[in-house]
């Protein structure tokens, strides 16, 4: 027979000591005295001319500034409606340019003024050219780092923009005076050939704008140039854009 | 006489008419304060940063976007366009006129820890003609950041037997403290 085992739990008092350090006690005096002072001073009036000596006011103007970087353009649009049929022919003053044979145009003036209260560096990009068809093919920017053209050489040893490609620079106006076709005069050895000091267009990234700086370094503000374009369009065209009549593209100024 | 009346009021006309078409400029101004955070930035986190501000400073009504585009190049590593929300984008505002876009910046969990930048570009979403060249202005501002050691993950919420043996933990040491206060012991013996 199996014997229960069995367990009791005793819940045993024991003597109480009393605990608490000399030092403990003194901290807890310290903390009731304190107590006691916060408790007082929010009780007893304090005496009348306590403070009054010091009280008095200043008014402070404080002077903010804030820069800003801004840029204005003196029109909101430009067309390249001043053409040469193929690159290197006589310019004429026609209305458009061959859809192939690196017709020329240019365009413009335009005025970039750089405002604000703050320098800042101009950059200049271009977009793809599209056409006024729709399934037609957009032309792509060349001429600007990466962004190599892929035509034929001219006598300049001048790569010209292949196929669906085109370029453009911007240059100084200040020579703009327009020939006897009403063409500008563009200070470049032929016309539709960017200068070393002129900005061929990126598409992709801005680039610094050269004719504000050509490293891209800083201009004060105030400082405006007058600019003025010139075009090559496509060496070949997809067959897409056949029956396109025109192309649609844009050019953005950044400060920054 | 007639015709007199009639030259000054064509004459009038030219005037009114050269008047309205006198140069409607484009402009786009942004504050040039660099928007930055002043502490490290955590993966995982979002942060509220400075507003931009925008400037009309043309002399017509223009439509502004905000867009995220690195300008400058540099060692630092590029803000990705996802990281960055802006509070309002394709505005209109009159000449002279300025607003303030706020920004938020969502650093995504697996973000490297480093220096990163990229700018805020604010320009005139200018339509040209059809066949013509739109020109647009645009101005940028820096937007630069520190993404910072991501701190070890603590999962949340916690599971549910975390909080089970936080209760039984402070159940024992709140029994024993009182035990020990009262003197009161407990003692298991075997009944016999």
Not at chain 1, 138 to 146: E, I, Q, R, V
Not at chain 1, 228 to 248: I, L, R, Y
């Amino acid at each position: 027979m199996a014997t229960p085992i069995g367990l009791r739990v005793k819940l045993i008092r024991g003597r109480t000591e009393r605990r608490g350090s000399r030092r403990g006690q003194a901290l807890l005096r310290l903390a009731v005295t304190g107590l006691a002072a916060i408790g007082l001073s929010q009780v007893l009036p304090l005496p009348s001319a306590f403070g009054q000596t010091y009280y008095g006011t200043l008014t402070a103007t404080i002077q903010l500034f804030t820069p800003v970087k801004s840029i204005t353009l003196s029109t909101g649009s430009i067309s390249f409606s001043k053409c040469q049929t193929y690159h290197g022919g006589t310019p004429l003053a026609t209305t458009g340019m061959s859809r192939s044979g690196n017709g020329d145009c240019a365009a413009g003036p335009v005025t970039v003024t750089l405002n604000g209260n703050a320098a800042g560096s101009v950059y200049i990009q271009g977009s793809a050219a599209t056409p006024d068809i729709g399934g037609g093919v957009a032309w792509s920017l060349c001429g600007s780092g990466s962004e190599a053209c892929s035509g034929s050489v001219d006598s300049d040893s001048n790569t010209l923009p292949g196929q669906d490609q085109y370029r453009v620079f911007n240059t100084p106006a200040a020579p703009y005076s327009g020939n006897s076709d009403g063409l500008p005069t563009l200070p470049t050895s032929a016309f539709g050939l960017p200068g070393v000091n002129d900005t061929i267009l990126p598409q992709t990234t801005p680039a610094p704008d050269k004719l504000f700086d050509s490293s891209g370094n800083p201009v004060n503000p105030g400082t405006a140039k007058n600019q003025v374009f010139g075009m090559s369009g496509p060496g070949t065209q997809s067959t897409a854009n056949a029956t396109a009549n025109f192309f649609t593209t844009s050019i953005s100024w950044t400060v920054i | 006489m007639f015709v007199w009346w009639r030259a000054v009021a064509v004459a009038a006309v030219v005037i009114v008419v050269s008047a309205g078409v006198a140069s409607a400029d484009i402009g786009a101004g942004v504050g040039a304060d660099p928007i930055t955070l002043p502490q490290p930035a955590l993966p995982g986190r979002e942060y509220s940063m400075p507003p931009v501000l925008v400037v009309n400073t043309g002399t017509e009504p223009s439509r502004y976007a905000v867009l995220v585009q690195r300008i400058r190049s540099g060692e630092q590593e590029s803000i990705p366009k996802e990281w960055v929300q802006f509070g309002k984008n394709d505005f209109t505002l009159g000449p002279k006129e300025s607003t303030t876009v706020p920004v938020k910046v969502s650093i995504p969990k697996d973000a490297k820890p480093g220096e990163y930048y990229t700018n805020i570009v604010v320009g005139t979403l200018a339509e040209g003609p059809a066949g013509g060249t739109a020109l647009g202005a645009r101005a940028a501002t820096d937007l630069k950041l520190k993404v910072g050691e991501p701190r070890p993950a603590i999962p949340w919420p916690w599971p549910w037997w975390s909080y089970a043996a936080l209760a039984s933990a402070v159940a024992l040491s709140g029994g024993m403290a009182l035990s020990r206060r009262l003197g009161v012991s407990i003692q298991v013996e075997r009944r016999t």
